[in-house]
């Protein structure tokens, strides 16, 4: 009996410990903390802000600072005499720091211009695009289409207001569209909806993965489009479950007529402008009446309709040197699906200003990375164009700032108010003169810690002449990963691919040995050997510095086959062809020359790929002594 | 009629015998400081020299509760290995596990008591992990986190007594430390448990899987989500594989020593 009791004190007093262990906040409290008095946005406040998840690192965090000297506009005025203070990475105006206030250090801005960190509402977000945008200013990205696994990654990241050096991410995750429909052609298997039935549950989905808000596909019946859409009784039936869910919808249309329907089921927000045609009385009335915002995306348009991405940097804006070779070659990329039509911008920025003058809430987004846009920079080129559709510069400014929390569940980014994380740029010049004075960037500050906006990407790889001769194995002079089968396979095609290392060769011993089949199940069909440059296809390697051309041995299977060049940027590979003639079995040389290919970037490769065209149903090629030849050198 | 076996196995008196055998097993751990300190001290000194001093802030500040999760297996496994391995071991030699088996106890609960006095060494680590983690190392959990790591960290131990208990049976007891030693604390260091295993090159993180301390650090790390991600089902398997193999080994040993 003694012994009974004398455990199960024993384990209550081990239990009782434990019950009096620390537990992480209570989320339901700070979020109440973050809840914005917003008109419209009562359905929103069951959101959960990232910031409610309070990291244990958040009570380490000591960051704090004084700046004086400056003008600062919080996102809906200006402050020209009081300091802006930052206690623990958030701008902090709440108690009478008088006497701390003394220890902490200060810094002295006079004669610069302070404005909230910009928000891009419209981005799609990958890779190191978090670390590119806070670069140029933009410190928070509504993403519009991602894999959900990437932006709970970057969320984890943003809990704390930690010393980050990249933007924070609120995602609408996997968008909502139909089998075939716009967003199935970029080779990511994603869900689709098909029917009105299916709407919750597809919206619950996307809440289970992580989405902030939902983002819907959609093209009215009429439109000629090479892809399929969800009815407008689906689009409906979306917008009604994501409401119901206490979520925000926002629809892609591209037309008059689509953005009519989407207004008219209750749509929070449009994420492109039309510009097929000029806004009727009947929709502004029906937006305004609605509350639908709309984030034109001017730059993408611009872009589309043929004008070059790069024309917005001023010559003496500090901008230029902050852009790799990278985002220039993406901002010098255009759409080849769509005939030029200088029109449709003009219209675009017409509807643009009509609905300003509505009084419709505009918000600045820019679709990077699409062809001739790119992350944190374009942003820039959004706000001149949305200058040049007539809206104010005050407008503007509150458009790229503070406007999107109206809507969006941000937690106070894009805003300097008490609690709100101390992410800003300070500007040499002012930006009320002119919208292009926000590309007169001197620093960038988020989370109160100031961002190296000096890349450091610049690859000083050494690339060997001989870049494989696969002598003993699939490997070769670069990289430690070794050559590796590629199809479209991965993006649900179904041709098929692969590589293994053959004791024979073409002048020495060994080679790799590529067999395959080429489906027609993909629209742009490939399979064949891949060699990337480095792990992730991140870093660029200069093939340009030393060679002027790249030779290979091949031989097989007669017919076309392509060289693919993958260069940092592009989602696209540049593509060259080269055939296979009719021999018995002797290995043919194949030479690409670099100046004979001036459209590819060839300082940028991250990795090459060998590829059989369409017209093969089974093919074998072997592929050997890959290398380069070195430039002459000139007296 | 009841007959003195009868009387024996009644439960009450059963309790009896595994209370105080497992009261004296424990007093006894407790009387021997070279056993004591070192298992009650070294987890936890490990834990503030390189999850509170050194490393606070790696791993986006989670270093801390990652590091109470590894150095809780690293202490529990201590006393399950030691008082196993080198106890058993020095008692077979003295003669007094014969001795036991010869008395009208059971001999389950000789063993029943080793396990229970080890846990309750464990209980102590892991308690005091808990509250040098949460004082210092700024971790914090859900309640139901704090209980579950304590449970499945005294659960673990049962792999590495059958571990100990084999090891026990076969070393001589002059031999038995050394032994113990070489096994654990390289295991240790091996699986993780010192430092986080994804700052291994990759062959060390695929030689981890040979180690049943691995997959109890990893299902430790599970609660917190901090593991590496294979699946906890796969640890658990291999664990409770483990567990079956080590029990066989101890139980084929314990005979061949019972014949002896």
């Not at chain 1, 993406?330 to 029109?343: C, G, M, V, W, Y």
């Not at chain 1, 675009?348 to 846009?373: E, F, S």
């Not at chain 2, 751990?29 to 490393?55: D, E, K």
């Not at chain 2, 990652?66 to 106890?87: E, H, K, Q, R, W």
Request: hydrophobic letters at 45%; charged letters at 15%; glycine letters at 6%.
């Amino acid at each position: 009996m003694k012994g009974l009791i004398a455990m199960a004190a024993f384990i209550l007093i081990i239990v009782g410990l434990l019950l009096a262990l620390p537990t992480p906040p209570d989320v339901s409290s700070t979020d109440a903390l973050n809840k914005q008095v917003i008109s419209k946005q009562n359905r929103l406040s069951n959101n959960k802000s990232d910031d409610s998840q309070l990291s244990l690192n958040e009570k380490k965090i000591n960051h704090q600072l004084i700046i004086k000297g400056a003008s600062w506009f919080d996102g809906d005025t200006w402050h020209h005499d009081s300091p802006l203070i930052v206690i623990d990475g958030r701008v902090n105006f709440s108690s009478d720091f008088s006497e701390e206030l003394s220890d902490l250090p200060v810094i002295d801005f006079s004669g610069k211009y302070i404005i909230p960190g910009l928000i891009d509402a419209h981005t799609h977000t990958w890779g190191s695009a978090l670390q590119q945008a806070v670069r140029f200013g933009v410190t928070t990205e509504l993403d519009m289409f991602t894999q959900p696994t990437f932006v709970t990654q970057a969320k984890q990241q943003q809990s704390d207001v930690a010393d980050r050096q990249q933007a924070d991410i609120f995602s609408s995750g996997i968008l909502a569209t139909s089998e075939g429909g716009h967003g199935t052609e970029y080779g990511i298997n994603i869900p689709t909806i098909d029917s009105p039935e299916q709407a919750l549950e597809f919206v619950k989905q996307r809440l289970a993965e992580g989405s902030d808000y939902i983002k819907i596909v959609y093209i009215q019946a009429n439109k000629k489009t090479p892809f399929t859409s969800i009815s407008r009784d689906t689009l409906n039936a979306l917008v009604k479950a994501a409401h119901q869910m206490n979520v925000m919808a926002v629809v892609h249309t591209s037309d008059y007529e689509s953005a009519y329907h989407a207004v008219s089921a209750g749509a929070d927000g449009l994420v492109h402008v039309f510009h097929d045609q000029l806004i009727s009385n009947d929709l502004l009335l029906l937006m305004k009446q609605k509350n639908t915002f709309v984030i034109p995306t001017l730059s993408v348009i611009s872009s589309m309709f043929g004008k070059a991405g790069t024309n917005f940097i001023l010559s003496n804006s500090p901008l230029q040197d902050r852009l790799t070779p990278a985002i220039i070659n993406q901002l010098e990329q255009s759409f080849d699906a769509h005939t030029p039509s200088k029109n449709a911008l003009n219209i675009a920025q017409k509807n643009v200003q009509l609905m300003h003058q509505a009084g419709i809430d505009i918000l600045v987004g820019t679709d990077a990375p699409n062809p001739g846009t790119a992350h944190g920079v374009s942003i820039h080129n959004e706000m001149q164009l949305l200058q040049q559709a007539g809206m104010p510069v005050l407008s503007i400014l509150k458009a790229a700032t503070s406007l999107p929390g109206k809507y969006f569940p941000v937690a106070k980014r894009g805003q300097l108010i008490d609690g709100a994380r101390a992410d800003f740029l300070v500007l040499s010049k002012n930006p009320m003169q002119s919208i292009n004075n926000t590309q007169f960037i001197e620093h960038v500050y988020k989370n109160g810690y100031p961002i190296n906006v000096n890349h450091t990407e610049a690859s000083n790889i050494k690339l060997p002449a001989k870049l494989a001769d696969f002598k003993h194995d699939l490997s070769n002079q670069l990289t430690s990963n070794p050559f590796f089968s590629t199809s479209d396979d991965r993006f649900q095609g179904n041709s098929a691919a692969n590589i293994k290392w053959q004791n024979i060769g073409c002048d020495t011993m060994g080679s790799a040995l590529i067999t395959g089949s080429i489906g027609q199940s993909f629209p742009y069909p490939w399979a064949g050997a891949m060699l990337t440059f480095s792990e992730n296809m991140e870093i660029p390697v200069d093939l340009n510095a030393d060679y002027k051309q790249l030779e290979f041995n091949v031989s097989g299977t007669p017919g076309q086959y392509r060289l693919l060049v993958f260069t940092q940027g592009l989602q696209r590979p540049a593509e060259i062809n080269y055939t296979i003639s009719p021999t018995d079995n002797t290995c043919q040389q194949i030479s690409v020359v670099f100046e004979q290919h001036s459209s590819i970037n060839w300082e940028l490769v991250t990795g090459l790929a060998w590829v059989a065209n369409k017209e093969h149903k089974a093919f074998e090629f072997m592929l050997d002594d890959i290398h380069f030849k070195a430039k002459t050198k000139k007296h | 009629m009841k007959t003195d076996s009868a009387l024996y196995t009644s439960k009450t008196h059963l309790f009896g015998i595994y209370y105080y055998e497992t009261r004296a097993e424990f007093l006894k751990a407790m009387r021997m400081p070279a056993f004591a300190i070192p298992s009650l001290l070294f987890p936890l000194m490990f834990y503030i020299f390189f999850g509170l001093i050194f490393n606070q802030s790696a791993m986006n500040g989670q270093m801390p509760s990652y590091l109470m999760a590894t150095y809780g297996v690293f202490g529990v496994i201590g006393p399950a290995l030691f008082s196993f391995g080198v106890g058993v071991s020095i008692e077979k030699d003295q003669g007094w596990l014969a001795m036991k088996q010869c008395s009208p106890m059971p001999i389950s609960a000789y063993f029943i008591a080793r396990i229970l006095s080890a846990m309750v060494f464990g209980v102590l680590i892991i308690l005091g992990l808990f509250l040098l983690g949460a004082i210092f190392g700024d971790v914090a959990m859900h309640t139901w986190q704090w209980l579950l790591t304590m449970t499945v960290l005294l659960a673990g131990m049962l792999p590495f007594c059958a571990l100990g208990l084999w090891f026990g049976l076969l070393a001589k007891s002059q031999a038995a430390p050394a032994i113990v030693n070489l096994i654990y604390l390289p295991m240790a260091f091996l699986s993780g448990l010192w430092l986080p295993i994804q700052l291994f090159p990759e062959i060390m993180q695929n030689t981890a899987w040979m180690f049943p301390a691995f997959h109890l650090a990893q299902l430790t790390l599970a609660i917190q989500g901090l593991d590496s991600g294979i699946g906890v089902l796969w640890h658990l398997t291999i664990l409770l594989v483990m567990t079956v193999i080590f029990l066989f080994l101890a139980t084929r040993a314990f005979r061949h020593q019972a014949e002896k």
